[in-house]
């Protein structure tokens, strides 16, 4: 008998429900995404997220059901990602959870939203033959590279594991969205600006890579983004809030805006890298040498991140998981197939579950 996991996920700006099969196979991975709602304001304004979440996130569970095939009846447990997020729209979810575990019956189980990015990878679309992917060997090396998160975690299994490293200012799908203002390449920044560099060339010397000491796992993307910002507008005239530029991303051609990108691409994938070196390295000498690595988070999406992955992969014999495209950034999917695991471990929550602004996975 499978068992069928409905996910629902309401921690920021995209309403989302899936339903996970056996916390494997992808059965349906709705997603609304509230971004037209939120990009005039130029980030995400709580309240409209809280008010968008409780209009839309009927309909897509009910989409979300309809896509499985199957009716609620089938559904053998409700998970909801519980933190970290904004609260507002956290409770959207939360409620809605409890009020279907409750009027069906049926488990509930809260789910930590950042550990779920680093799940995303051992699920499967439904298409896909099962059999392709191999099981992860523990333990093993997880990067979260997300809009809210940047950290690597020792991963001892799918339900525990360690910060040993995280960013000390700007996460770095944050650095893409602010590197796409200061480009003037639009909203999603983070894609916007992968297609972008893929058009330039990188110079590996235009930008500093912030390693943070010869032995520091931990990540630093404020002096990056700078650096873009004066390559971009020039010197500032004055300091502060009264600081002037020169120019902005208008006077510069085509060409140099991908250039740029790319250069900025280049500074950020070669960091990440550096740090998972320094990481498989420091965990070898501490006896923890990982079998494998786990990457996940919206940054996952990246053509050259996943492209040095691979290649890393290939030259040290350590398998590297990724998730498929659609389910790197926010998603209910996720969620789910997190909450199989907790289900089977026993890990159910009640009715009083609550919801909490930051990860447990600090
Ligand atoms: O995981 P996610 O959906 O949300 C959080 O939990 O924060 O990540 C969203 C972040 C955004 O900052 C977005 O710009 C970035 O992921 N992102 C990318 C790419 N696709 C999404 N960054 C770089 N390259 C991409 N292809
Ligand atoms: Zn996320």
Redesign the pocket.
């Known amino acids: 008998m499978s068992t069928h996991i409905l996910g629902l996920e309401t921690?920021?700006d995209?309403t989302a429900a899936s339903v996970v099969r056996d916390g494997r196979t992808i059965l349906s991975n709705v997603v609304s995404t509230q971004h037209d709602l939120h990009e005039r304001f130029g980030g995400v304004v709580p309240e409209i997220a809280s008010r968008a979440h409780l209009e839309r996130l009927l309909p897509v569970v009910r989409a979300a059901i309809a896509d499985a095939g199957i009716t609620l009846s089938d559904i053998d447990a409700i998970a909801v990602g519980n933190r970290p997020g904004l609260v507002g729209s956290l409770i959207v979810g939360a409620s809605a959870a409890k009020a279907l575990a409750w009027s069906l019956n049926k488990p509930l189980l809260g789910v930590d939203?950042?550990q779920a990015?680093l799940y995303a990878a051992s699920l499967y679309p439904q298409s896909e033959i099962q059999d392709l992917k191999s099981e992860i060997a523990y333990p093993a090396l997880g990067l979260v590279?997300?809009?809210?998160?940047t950290s690597l975690y020792a991963v001892r299994s799918t339900l525990s594991m360690r910060v040993i490293g995280r960013t000390i200012d700007d996460?770095?799908?944050?650095a893409?969205?602010k590197a796409?203002v200061i480009l003037g390449a639009g909203y999603?920044?983070?894609?916007n600006?992968?297609k972008l560099a893929r058009q330039g060339t990188a110079d590996p010397r235009k930008f500093p890579r912030s390693m943070l000491g010869k032995e520091s796992l931990d990540f630093s993307f404020s002096g990056l983004k700078t650096a873009l910002l004066y390559a971009v507008r020039g010197t500032p005239l004055g300091r502060g809030k009264d600081a002037r530029f020169e120019r902005d991303h208008t006077a510069l051609s085509e060409p140099e805006r991908a250039d740029l990108a790319a250069s900025f691409q280049h500074a950020v994938v070669a960091t990440l890298l550096k740090k998972i070196e320094r990481a498989m390295d420091q965990l070898g000498e501490t006896g923890e040498r990982p079998n494998a690595i786990i990457v996940g988070?919206?940054?996952s999406?990246?053509?050259l991140?996943r492209e040095r992955l691979y290649a890393y992969a290939d030259s040290t014999d350590t398998p590297v998981y990724l998730p498929d495209l659609a389910i790197?950034?926010?998603n209910a999917a996720m969620i789910a197939g997190l909450a199989h695991a907790k289900l089977q471990a026993g890990q159910t929550d009640d009715l009083t579950l609550p919801v909490i602004a930051t990860t447990a996975m600090h």
């Open positions: 921690s920021c995209e939203h950042v990015h590279v997300s809009g809210g998160h996460a770095v799908g944050e893409y969205d796409a999603p920044g983070g894609p600006i992968d988070g919206g940054v999406a990246n053509s991140l790197c950034v926010d």
